[in-house]
């Protein structure tokens, strides 16, 4: 393997660089960076057969990822999460089949550990000693763990509310955390300024070009976990959005190869009532989105004013004919509690967020029941544990559980 | 597929029971039920190509499983979790190869997944309504997801200072949860009351002939993630200890159709210093363990003061050649501190104790660097950061990294 990544490519003014040394975003222009692969090749030599035959983590694509020496490869075996049907919510709903994307299931408990295997791994590839990102939360606990891993030094800024186990996974990983009153857009600031002063990689998303690469290998394995065919529909919950416009990448680099057709999912985003600022600049067609001002939600991961891929986001929503919608936290959390009652799945809040989308798309009808959904749970709910309060029962051996029954 | 299920045959007294309808312990003795299979036939009909081919969960063994009709299996993408290799870790301890089964990596952040996936399968199949049991907190968690799945009743007895994490997640699963000022075995008292009154299925673990077999899915995984071979030290934390006696009957299993040898890897247990009936039971010569008084250690899965099936694990530790420690808290959080910040592995305190029993081999030259090591991280840390209380330094745009490093 290795050798198939060719260059990269400005996604906004479509300059080419090297994809030898470390790059964050267009010297250009300041927009995404893309990288790009020798399609041709890879068409030619690799099969959806040979990648069946591989272990069950996101480097089964190996080819179409950015690492050219497999000794570089930074793994925890992050990936091929299942994609799990939630019969019982379809039905309540009307609908024929609805999946969701358990990425839960990934070392440090998030969808964040693809975006971070690949970016760490490369860096490490190009000689990088030490890394910096903000975070909202579970991509810092993932940066923590890979670069722990690496060897390589961690730098990490966060809102002081992020959740606890976040921040406890950062120290215990040995990352230098820094906790911040503010946003990701205010700890963007601070990583900016340390690593202009010490020399750290900026690893913000789609601020450097391969978190997006580790992302989209979500594209990849839905289209193989579906026998290489695609959903009708994909709901996912957008912060940064560098997993939907990855999975858009992916759609593309698949046709190339060969291994699926033209057609595309509707992708539909969503985000929170109280920081919606894609959903607001969807419905007011435009190109890139104002920062959302005084963002608040529990969902930690949708807690993001502001996000560079703004224009990828929005065009990926409005070529494939999605939606967005914005819900609220009271929705949310209703919905963690049906979706677990009903199929056995806690999502995450900005998970159970993508089932409330669903919900509202059903009651404008626009999805029909031969629609294939398919839901992205980007985290485990169990790190959100704080935000919920049970009042349970007490029960001994004098008042047993028929008493308390009957409380 | 389906029918390999024969019987069911007494561990203790070597009775025989159908299959085909609910049991728990042996009638005739009181002991454990191990279900048996016609492996002759699976020798025959299944080969080690097949499995290979199949999804990435514990149900692709599925011959070597007790459910006979498929649609009756309640999954959630449990199993074919990571073995990943502690490079890291493994050099400073001058080892060769130690590799960490990460069982945090399963729905619900545990190998209790594993368990309840195949026990409640197995009594959707033979048609019980509801199900019980007392847990630490995992397998309540385990019981409560699954059995949301299948549409049955979950009624859940545990510790007061059980994680918050459990107590919130067998709540949203929609279990019928209670606390208990007391332990595991106060929980059983209580569960038992409530089944035998009220018809619930008690589904406590080796209480019941199927959770076993779930956990015996860790040998089978570990002998086909080798290469169909098996490791030279398996260091296992032992609870209830199912696991490790369900890795044994796998064993026994997997030579039988032909897919290993005779070789055996050294069963090694480890509990924590608060609570090791197995381990005073091990140097004490005795075949059955003495109940613990005053269990208590942070380690909640090993907060487990008797275990029914205590005198399998001691078997399965002297037949093997294996060891038994007993660890403290204190070491336990110092080594889950180590190993997430060498290898990016954020082990429970559970999985953190193996790795310290691991040591305490090293220092008493019982483990040789040619030694291939496999430790068991059961659950997801997660679960446990209630326990951690990192002092994270604050930054501002006036107080960047640079100044609050220099603190």
Redesign the interface.
Known sequence: MGGYLSHLECTACGKVYSAGELHTVCPACGKVLYPRYDLDRAKAEVTREMI??RA??MWRYQELLPVNDPANI?T??EG???L?PVP?AAKALGLGEVLVK?EG?????SFKARGLSAAVSKAKELGARAAALPSAGNAASAAA???????MDC?I?MP?DAP??N???C????A???????LIN?AG??IR??SA??GWFDMSTLKEPYRVEGKKTLGYEIAEQLGWTLPDVIIYPTGGGTGLVGMWKAFAEMEALGWIGSRRPRMVIVQAAGCAPMVRAYHAGQRHAEPWQDAETIAAGLRVPVAIGDYLILQAVRDSGGEAYAVTDETILDD??EL???????ACPEGAATFSALKAMVRERKVAPTDRVVLFNTG????Y??L???A??????AH???A??SR
């Open positions: 069946a035959g069950p983590t930074v925890l075996g091929m999460t299942p799990l019982n358990d299931l990934n070392p440090t408990g763990a890979y670069c722990a891993r690496a060897g730098y800024v002081v606890h186990a921040q406890v996974e120290d215990e990983y040995g230098h955390t820094y906790l911040i009153h503010g205010d600031k601070v300024e340390g002063a010490q963690m509690r677990a009652h009903s199929d056995g799945l806690f485990a709910a169990l790190k544990v704080d919920l309060h049970p349970l029962p007490i029960v001994d051996a047993p559980i028929a308390a029954q």
